[in-house]
């Protein structure tokens, strides 16, 4: 990578030099443009720079937020789920007993309706 890097600076320094000293313009046109591009290419490259410092800052304002959340949100967060399923415990047992004395009876008139439909079967079989 680094000899890619240094062929690829020493060609455009070569192919540069070659254009400047064969161009068709004279020297203040030429160090004119090279100053221009001097310029530009400065501001565009701290342009640059700044936005990448703007990101990181981002970043790093993000990266904040995120372990603010893990440390003060999340546990918070978690402790209110317990809670909540403490309580609920309580109300599904509730519930879970309440079902089983409404099965209990239920069970108990089946019981009941099944002895006075037998009673007079019973009745019939023993005259």
Known sequence: MFTFMLGAIGGALFSGSYVL???????????????EFYYTTKDNVEDVSDKTANVQDALHNLNQEVNKLQLDFVPDIMHDVHNFQTEAEVYKRRINDGIQEINTEVDLLKNRIQAKTDLPEKMENNQ
């Open 21 to 35: 000293l064969n161009t068709p313009r004279t020297g203040k046109e030429n160090q004119r443009f090279v100053k």
